[in-house]
T-cell receptor, first 112, second 118 residues
Framework: DAKTTQPPSMDCAEGRAANLPCNHS???????VYWYRQIHSQGPQYIIH???NNETNEMASLIITEDRKSSTLILPHATLRDTAVYYC?????????????FGDGTTLTVKP | DAGVIQSPRHEVTEMGQEVTLRCKPI?????LFWYRQTMMRGLELLIY????????DSGMPEDRFSAKMPNASFSTLKIQPSEPRDSAVYFC????????????????FGDGTRLSIL
């Protein structure tokens, strides 16, 4: 699985959009980008994934650059409950292994 | 729907004792993962199973650690004998239900067992 690089921490004002970047310059053609988050004292929670097209679900949007070397997770209207560590993971998607390597992630703090 | 269930939520024991952590995956999931999380090393994959069979145990730190999955609805992670450096939060996760036709399978995590070895 390709390695990812994320900023260690970010702040965001409540109600504003939170944009979390991730670099994955060594990503392979069959590798997908997954995002998870971990709220304090809980297990990681799946947010969204994508291959090359932008994706949106009820939790967030994922923007992947055309060269696929980086991506941005967007929380459109951050709330205090979105304060968490956000992990960007790159792995082969169309296998059943499900094995993922979690890096250090970005600690997002949403402030009132 | 019930998520991944882990027990106990907290465990405090003395060095040298045997520790058994338990996990019930989501019904219908055919993959089960055990992770360990510490401040120093982050979230590490220890071992994972497919259809109750261990597939990759390369993350298991040493012979004191063992994991079993006797059936599709139960798994254990055992540490014997335990040492203070085993203190961590241990997570169990399961996956298996495809999100879409390309069979992307996000992992669903339990809330972990916080283990303290004195």
């Amino acid at each position: 699985d390709a390695k990812t690089t994320q900023p260690p921490s970010m702040d965001c004002a409540e109600g504003r959009a939170a944009n979390l970047p991730c670099n994955h310059s060594t990503i392979s053609g069959n590798e997908y980008v997954y995002w998870y988050r971990q709220i304090h004292s809980q297990g990681p929670q799946y947010i969204i994934h994508g291959l090359k097209n932008n994706e949106t679900n009820e939790m967030a949007s994922l923007i992947i650059t055309e060269d696929r070397k980086s991506s941005t997770l967007i929380l459109p209207h951050a709330t205090l409950r979105d304060t968490a560590v956000y992990y960007c993971i790159v792995r082969v998607g169309n296998t059943n292994a499900g094995k993922s390597t979690f890096g250090d992630g970005t600690t997002l703090t949403v402030k009132p | 729907d019930a998520g991944v269930i882990q027990s106990p939520r907290h465990e405090v024991t003395e060095m040298g004792q045997e520790v058994t952590l338990r996990c019930k995956p989501i019904s219908g999931h055919d993959y089960l993962f055990w992770y360990r999380q510490t401040m120093m090393r982050g979230l590490e994959l220890l071992i994972y199973f497919n259809n109750n069979v261990p597939i990759d145990d390369s993350g298991m730190p040493e012979d004191r650690f063992s994991a079993k999955m006797p059936n599709a609805s139960f798994s254990t992670l055992k540490i014997q004998p335990s040492e203070p450096r085993d203190s961590a939060v241990y997570f169990c996760a399961s996956s298996g239900i495809p999100l879409d036709r390309e069979f992307h399978q996000p992992q669903h995590f339990g809330d972990g067992t916080r283990l303290s070895i004195l």
